[in-house]
């Protein structure tokens, strides 16, 4: 499944720099997320976009900043993470509405340092 | 509020034996469920999921599920597993008003000959 790409797939950063993540649908979907997988825990939501406009957060710090400039494009911008925040993160989109199938990326892995 | 509780952390099996991967939800009103498969190094794929209609769901790969709202379980199905279908398996909820999908903490199923 090639409909949702991300960029960088891996990516390094010390704890003071400043990165993003990139995530572009070519489903022509109207929703976006962004959900974080950390090993022995449940993939843990953090943010819905829908129709660009953000209509979830789920109590994520504020290193961590989505940005969704357009229907197909949704960015994490990253900063000033902590180690424990290293992880998989995964972009998704959807067809806005319950029961609709979520297709994912294939994540970019995050190593804080 | 919805949970989903993935009953077994690891399942090991032979090559063509069956296997039941169990899930079970808790929510207040009327849920959607799915099951999303992660081959490694990959995003997830969905294997199936129950909206309504016949409680006994089939999805791709051979596999299936059956919706028991008495039981408030979605256990997923397979007569006869192959190497190839080694991965970590998710069970998800979403209520029928819901935004994003909430996952369990995943099977690893270990299909060996």
């Known amino acids: 499944e090639t409909g949702v790409t991300q960029t960088p797939r891996h990516l390094v950063m010390g704890m003071t720099n400043k990165k993003s993540l990139k995530c572009e649908q070519h489903?022509?979907?109207?929703?976006m997320y962004w959900y974080k997988q950390s090993a022995k825990k449940p993939l843990e939501l953090m943010f819905v976009?829908?129709?660009?406009?953000?209509?979830e957060n789920n109590s994520v710090p504020s290193r961590f900043s989505p940005e969704c400039p357009n229907s197909s494009h949704l960015f994490l911008h990253l900063h000033t993470l902590q180690p424990e925040d290293s992880a998989l993160y995964l972009c998704a989109s959807s067809q806005g509405g319950p029961g609709n199938t979520i297709y994912f990326g294939e994540g970019s892995w995050l190593t804080v340092v | 509020a919805q949970s989903v509780t993935q009953l077994d952390s690891q399942v090991p099996v032979f090559e063509e034996a069956p296997v039941e991967l169990r899930c079970n939800y808790s929510s207040s009103v009327s849920v959607y469920l799915f099951w999303y498969v992660q081959y490694p190094n990959q995003g997830l794929q969905l294997l199936l999921k129950y909206l309504s209609g016949s409680t006994l769901v089939k999805g791709i790969n051979g596999f299936e599920a059956e919706f028991n709202k008495s039981q408030t379980s979605f256990h997923l199905r397979k007569p006869s597993v192959h190497i190839s279908d080694t991965a970590e398996y998710f069970c998800a909820v979403s209520d029928v008003a819901g935004t994003a999908l909430i996952f369990g903490k995943g099977t690893t199923l270990s299909v060996s000959s």
């Open positions: 976009y829908s129709l660009e406009e953000r209509v």
């Open positions: 489903l022509g979907h109207n929703a």
